[in-house]
């Protein structure tokens, strides 16, 4: 995932929940989240452009959930694919998800 591609998807993302459709901005988030952390072996001197991109995804990705109000079923879903993005490999960024996951969960 380049610069651009990441940049194009957070505006994506930021379009979509603009007009509350806030499930599929939190597909679009979670697209650039998994992206980000499936590519972190590949990252090298944009590290830190990566970090803020991830943080501002995974706060996007809350967001969405949130404002979807979604049923039981649906946040163990949402709170399922942080939890699946902690465990994968490399575990680099574990704790963000980690606490991405927690925030979820206190803020419903």
Known sequence: MDLNNAKIRETCADAV???E????AATVY???FEGIDDNQTRIDAAYDHYAKALRSALEGYLD???AADPSD??????AGALE???MSEPRINEEQFRRAL???EDRR
């Open 21 to 24: 459709r806030y499930r599929a």
């Open 84 to 86: 699946a993005q902690a």
């Open 30 to 32: 979670r697209a650039l």
């Open 102 to 104: 927690g925030t979820l």
């Open 64 to 66: 969405c959930v949130l």
């Open 17 to 19: 929940f603009e007009r």
């Open 73 to 78: 079923n649906e946040f163990e879903r949402f």
